[in-house]
């Protein structure tokens, strides 16, 4: 018998126990993450009746694998565009639950007596809500249409990006077991600028190289890429002190806004699955039954403060962002349960050695029942906001209510607000991709061009290279908005505001010449006045480059077109609503899609002949046709099977339209009967008009409609008529056409016409 490597067997036995449980779960109806546990406890060395895992060292491996293609998967998922319009109460209710729960967990650990990181590290795992067991739930409840659900998986998307801070912070207090508020600042500092640079640069780079290798990606090509992005930028967050998962979800969120995204969603599901059910049977490998049972208090009162410090901090959380005390408490009621978050922060805090070995199995066991009683959480929300709301007294009641009714009208934005942040947005990236380019060509190109080219001639190339990289950033930190709509009406509204308007210009330009500065100080030893000099000279020579305003110009437009080109594609081809339609909703006019049937009188008559606008105040704006949209399509075009037109019109004017577009295209069943198709044959005699003639000179087809199937001649076979030949006395001829046309035909004939076929 050959000799089997323990990791294949181990796998053998992993994979077959999850199988099993996953159908049992399948059947229980319950999520399929609880049968990885199950089947990893079944498969633990602390299951006496059941074979084990021989080489837990190498399933790790595997798990820390499966951690990674989950938070690829799950940044695939994410956008962050998604950020921007979960808007406010999302962000408040998600912040407001994520600072209590850390606060919570801390308190019940050192309650307990924990250690300072097994009190944290238990705060950052009961913070965080599970989304695939919220989704699973409200599918199977069928709640994913209701208004409170929306809100509920906007909370859970900002939740998953603060899991990823909240993963780096503990990393980093780990590793340097420091709580001191300076050292924490440094590292969200860190994380800030590395995301910031990382999403920027993938942006720009990313979509325009898969566009280029397009026509080269099979399905097999594009998986192998994108991982291969996947695992490079794993590595790099590894070099740069990060974990792992954070770069894996930093690329999946880069690829999330190229137009494969959903192509590498589909083709990385299979092996995601894989590794993941890997990871969970992992999971359930680490939980020991014994200290279970001796942890027992613990795990009470940790799944009572889930279920109550959730329910409680999730309607407060909603409640402050302005939300009516129902929808709050719904969505309070909807996240009372953790998961895979809990155990890769879990994952996490032992593979760095910092938390003790009874909290993995304590969490397990605390996600398993707490997700168990997620269903009923969730039913039991609505009569639990009624009792509230009965028993609530009626000035509590009216200052909620005119709290909800009064946040919705606080949505003015200033000017000023507008400007400044657009303002701060374009000086920190910018600054941020400088600060980068400096350092990289500092580390890696300064040492080499001084080696070939010793000297102040080598100093002077490496300055030249580095201004010549910063250049187009510089000068759009400088200049970029002075010329603005919001700039230029601040300036002529009031005079009071020129001189703030000024200090933006001065602060960015002092920038510019701070960088410039750094640089030279850095390569040339100078005096400071000589250097301020040259740096002034430069950054006025900057402003004053048409070239380089272009190529500012440029590099912008390709980034926000790369962000952007997934949106554009899906409005292109009509599977999303221009961003426009919203503002329509405002004039109380509606932009709706309405696909032309094969069979609708409309089909091959122009816009000119059907005249929508005058008949049903219908304006078209587009016609979608296969992969080609023809925008504001003049009077001359026809419409198509299968068109998608888009228009737009009042809620009454759209409902005329549709009705009138159901009754040109309803099937007539006169229609109907009058083109049944039927097969006839009758016999050419003497005085049949068709005696002597050709088949061209008869003109069965052409007057008559009708197809010649065969013809009968002597006893001979049915066979196909030769154009050429007449027809003589004694032939019988099959014809077929629709029953209107045959029958005109016979009675040309007169007499002679047989029996129906």
Not at 207 to 224: A, V, W
């Amino acid at each position: 018998m050959s000799h089997l490597a323990p990791l294949i067997a181990d796998l053998a036995l992993i994979l077959i126990c999850a199988g099993i449980m996953t159908l049992l779960f399948k059947k229980l109806k319950q999520p399929l993450v609880l049968g990885y546990v199950v089947a990893g406890f079944l498969a633990s060395p602390h299951m006496a009746y059941t074979p084990s895992v021989m080489d837990t060292a190498n399933i790790q491996t595997w798990a820390d694998i499966g951690v990674i293609f989950l938070l690829f998967a799950l940044g695939l998922e994410f956008s962050f565009k998604k950020i921007v319009k979960v808007g406010g109460v999302a962000i408040i209710a998600a912040c407001t639950i994520i600072f209590c729960m850390i606060l919570l967990g801390v308190a019940v650990g050192t309650g307990f007596g924990w250690q300072r990181m097994d009190c944290i590290f238990l705060g950052g795992m009961i913070a965080m809500s599970s989304t695939t067991i919220i989704y699973k739930a409200f599918d199977d409840l069928g709640m994913r249409k209701k208004q409170f659900t929306g809100l509920v998986l906007s909370v859970l998307i900002l939740e998953d990006i603060l899991a990823i801070v909240l993963m780096v912070m503990l990393s980093t207090m780990a590793v340097s077991h420091n709580f001191e508020g300076t050292e924490m600042l440094g590292s969200i500092a860190k994380l800030l600028f590395f995301l910031i640079l990382w999403f920027v640069v993938g942006i720009y780079l990313i979509p325009g190289l898969l566009k280029r290798c397009r026509k080269l990606m099979s399905e097999e090509t594009l998986l192998i890429v994108s991982l291969g992005l996947c695992f490079g930028m794993v590595v790099m967050a590894a070099h740069t002190g990060f974990s792992a998962a954070f770069g894996a979800f930093i690329m999946g969120s880069i690829l999330a806004e190229t137009v494969e995204a959903e192509s590498i969603e589909r083709l990385v599901k299979p092996v995601k699955d894989l590794f993941g059910a890997i990871f969970f049977v992992s999971v359930g490998m680490m939980v020991d039954p014994a200290m279970i049972v001796e942890y027992a208090g613990p795990i009470v009162v940790i799944t009572l403060a889930v279920i109550l410090g959730q329910s409680l901090f999730g309607t407060l959380g909603v409640l402050l962002a302005g939300q009516p005390l129902k929808t709050a408490m719904q969505c309070g009621f909807s996240l009372t349960q953790i998961g895979e978050f809990a155990f890769i922060i879990a994952s996490l805090g032992v593979s760095l050695h910092v938390t003790s070995h009874f909290l993995y199995p304590i969490v397990v066991a605390v996600s398993v029942i707490t997700t168990f009683l997620t269903p009923y959480m969730i039913r039991l929300a609505e009569p639990a906001s009624n009792l509230v709301d009965t028993h609530l007294p009626e000035k509590w009641r009216k200052f909620l209510t005119r709290y909800a009714s009064g946040s919705q009208t606080m949505n003015h934005e200033s000017l000023w607000k507008k400007l400044i942040f657009a303002l701060v947005r374009i000086t920190v990236v910018y600054s941020i991709i400088c600060v980068a380019v400096i350092a990289l060509v500092f580390r890696f190109l300064v040492p080499f061009v001084h080696d070939s080219l010793p000297g102040v001639w080598g100093s002077l190339l490496a300055a030249f290279i580095i201004i010549l990289c910063i250049a187009p950033f510089l000068r759009a930190i400088m200049i970029k908005k002075n010329h603005s709509e919001e700039f230029v009406t601040l300036w002529k509204d009031n005079r009071g505001n020129r001189a703030p308007l000024v200090a933006t210009i001065v602060l960015r330009l002092l920038l510019g010449v701070s960088f410039v500065m750094f640089v030279i100080a850095g390569l040339f030893k100078m005096s400071v006045g000589l250097v301020f000099g040259v740096a002034v000279l430069l950054v006025t020579l900057m402003i004053l480059s048409r070239q380089l305003k272009k190529q500012s110009i440029m590099i912008e437009r390709t980034f926000f077109q790369n962000l952007r080109y997934r949106d554009m594609r899906a409005e292109y081809m009509g599977e999303k609503k221009p961003e426009y339609a919203g503002r329509l909703l405002s004039r109380d006019l509606h932009l709706t899609d309405f696909e032309i049937p094969g069979e609708s009188a409309w089909v091959g008559r122009t816009l000119a002949e059907l005249n929508f606008g005058k008949k049903y105040g219908i304006h078209v704006v587009s016609i979608l046709r296969g992969k080609k949209r023809i925008n504001i399509p003049g009077a001359s075009v026809r419409l198509f099977p299968q068109d998608k037109i888009q228009v737009i019109a009042t809620d009454e004017e759209l409902n005329i339209f549709g009705k009138e577009m159901d009754k040109v295209s309803a099937m007539n069943t006169d229609v109907i009967e009058k083109s049944e198709m039927i097969l006839r044959q009758f016999c050419v005699d003497g005085q049949s008009p068709f005696l002597n003639k050709t088949l061209k000179e008869a003109g069965i087809r052409e007057k008559y409609h009708c197809l010649i199937a065969g013809v009968e001649r002597g006893g001979e076979t049915l066979h196909a008529p030769d154009p050429h030949e007449p027809f003589v006395e004694g032939d019988v001829v099959w014809v077929v056409g629709e029953s209107a046309d045959v029958y005109e035909l016979v009675s040309q004939k007169g007499e002679g016409f047989d029996m129906e076929v």
